[in-house]
């Protein structure tokens, strides 16, 4: 095996250098731990940005995966296949009764999202033109979904704009009532942003817009990409809302870390996009569905989600104990197992100190260290993390 120097110098001579990396190469996971190829070993509470859910190596996956390689692999949406038509299913019941789209990626959900939001909005007379989406939201890296996302930074070096949308600051109603004309197709939202610092939206704000949604036949589109899936400890954002979204769209966790997206429209939409206007070659084959059923299984039984809901209890009262102990934390953030800690300052060399420490988080906004830990944390593994939380914090 590599040395990590010799891995860190062929990655910079042969792969695109579009990511700053922690300075961690990684080789194995168990359970929610990792090892690095020194055989240094962390607690991972990112989880893979959200999409190792159910930790690494799982035993019940492992075999699902393992069966489906005897059969297809791949097949090409030329054919009709079970397992595809099984997770539609599951997918459709667990939601808005809706038709499924697979893809591969959070961005192509989203893409998927947007040609709906276009060809529904052709469907009228004057052709409603606008999107609206969310300041500091975040729905992925293509041109169509780089400029719905609500974030400058993203966007630099880009132009020309692909699209046209109008950002609004979440929770304000009033900028709602003024911008929700009948040259608007559709609103794309996360009700609880997460690359944008873990901000849950409120209550209030959302059911207005989905109530104008409906009256002014005007999609309302979820982006549940990093929400969905048991992490806020229902199987969606959208259950703590009391709203069911036109189109939800998924990926990250849905598949065990095999790539997989999914755009589920609702029956009274789903016909917009007819045969031709849409496909990907990959998109729901039979492995990545074998698996994603299995984790919809595993995942909507309700001790699952009752276990992240009392896990994030346990966390979020250790994360409230640290707030009270030091000043530089502003603000404890999230729900369910989608938590931050809101700093004083950046916190971009915390990360740094708590990885030398054996545990991995991320830094996001500049200032907020987010936890994604895999769903199947004990308390045993909460301790672990605040003890090396409290050790870290200790330095500052
Ligand atoms: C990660 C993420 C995406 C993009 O997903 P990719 O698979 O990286 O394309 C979109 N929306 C949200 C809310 C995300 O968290």
């Not at 700053?20 to 240094?40: C, E, I, M």
């Not at 990250?252 to 997989?260: D, N, Q, R, T």
């Not at 029956?267 to 994603?292: C, N, Q, R, W």
Request: charged share 25%.
């Amino acid at each position: 095996m590599s040395s990590y120097n010799d891995i860190v110098k062929r990655n910079k001579k042969y792969v695109l250098q579009t990511y700053t990396r922690y300075p961690v190469a990684l080789k194995k996971g168990k359970g929610v731990y990792v090892w690095d190829v020194n055989n240094k070993k962390y607690l991972d509470f990112i989880a893979g940005i959200s999409v190792n859910n159910l930790g690494y190596n799982n035993k019940q996956i492992n075999s699902i995966i393992n069966k489906s390689l005897e059969n297809l692999i791949h097949t090409s949406n030329l054919f009709y296949t079970e397992p595809q038509i099984n997770l539609a299913e599951k997918l459709s019941k667990s939601t808005n009764n809706g038709k499924v789209f697979f893809c591969n990626s959070g961005a192509e959900a989203n893409e998927t999202a947007l040609k709906l939001a276009r060809a529904h909005g052709n469907r009228f007379k004057n052709p409603r033109k606008k999107i609206i989406t969310l300041k500091n939201s975040f729905h992925g890296r293509s041109l169509a979904t780089v400029f719905a996302t609500g974030q400058k930074k993203y966007q630099k070096g880009f132009k020309p704009k692909v699209g046209n949308y109008t950002y609004i600051r979440p929770d304000n109603i009033k900028m709602l009532k003024k911008i929700l004309n009948n040259d608007v197709s559709a609103v794309l939202i996360e009700l609880i942003q997460g690359e944008g610092g873990i901000n849950i939206l409120d209550k209030e704000f959302v059911q207005y817009l989905y109530k104008e949604c409906r009256k002014k036949k005007i999609l309302f589109m979820v982006d549940e990409v990093q929400t969905g899936l048991g992490r806020t400890g229902k199987l969606f954002a959208f259950k703590y809302f009391n709203i069911i979204p036109d189109v939800i769209t998924l990926a990250k966790s849905i598949a065990f870390g095999l790539p997989m997206g999914v755009a589920i429209i609702k029956k009274e939409f789903a016909g917009i996009l007819k045969p031709g206007m849409h496909a990907s070659t990959f998109g729901g084959g039979d492995l990545v569905s074998s698996a994603a059923c299995k984790v919809i299984d595993i995942i909507s039984k309700k001790s699952f989600l009752d276990d992240v809901q009392k896990i994030s209890k346990y966390f979020h009262t250790k994360l409230l104990s640290l707030k009270k102990r030091y000043k530089f934390i502003i603000e404890v953030k999230g729900i369910g197992l989608m938590l931050g800690l809101k700093f004083k300052f950046p916190c971009k060399d915390v990360v740094k100190k708590l990885l030398k420490q054996g545990l991995i988080t991320n830094c996001i906004q500049d200032n907020v260290l987010r936890f994604l830990p895999p769903l199947i944390i004990k308390k045993n593994h909460v301790d672990e993390a605040i003890q090396k939380l409290d050790k870290v914090f200790k330095t500052l």
